[in-house]
């Protein structure tokens, strides 16, 4: 079982900043990818940011040249740095991990952080 508890959410306004943390914990022995998605009120859960093991990023159009993501392999852990952020922002952001355990392989789930951006 894998445990993923994420951090930072919070209000913000408009052209603000916010920082998101998560770190892995459990019974795995290794991760691979891990990134940040969010699910706004009425919408489907969308991919925001992803990293690879080996460093490599892909960003959804809408975050490009605004969020950052980065991982530290060591902690097991995966932050969302968030500048300039926009009303259309506001969503529930959850932590990502593909990892495997001694019994198999899957994507795992953090709980949610709640991130609004007032106007």
């Known amino acids: 079982q894998v445990q993923l508890v994420e951090s930072g959410g919070g209000l913000v306004q408009a052209g603000g900043s916010l920082r998101l943390s998560c770190a892995a914990s459990g019974g795995f022995f290794s991760i691979y990818a891990m990134g940040w998605y969010r699910q706004a009120p009425g919408k489907q859960r969308e991919l925001v940011a992803r990293v690879t093991t080996g460093s490599s990023t892909n960003y959804a159009d809408s975050v490009k040249g605004r969020f950052t993501i980065s991982r530290d392999n060591a902690k097991n852990a995966v932050y969302l740095q968030m500048n300039s952020l926009k009303p259309e922002d506001t969503a529930v952001y959850y932590c990502?991990?593909?990892?495997?355990?001694?019994?198999?392989?899957?994507?795992?789930w953090g709980q949610g952080t709640q991130v609004t951006v007032a106007s």
């Open positions: 990502n991990a593909d990892a495997a355990t001694t019994f198999s392989r899957q994507n795992y």
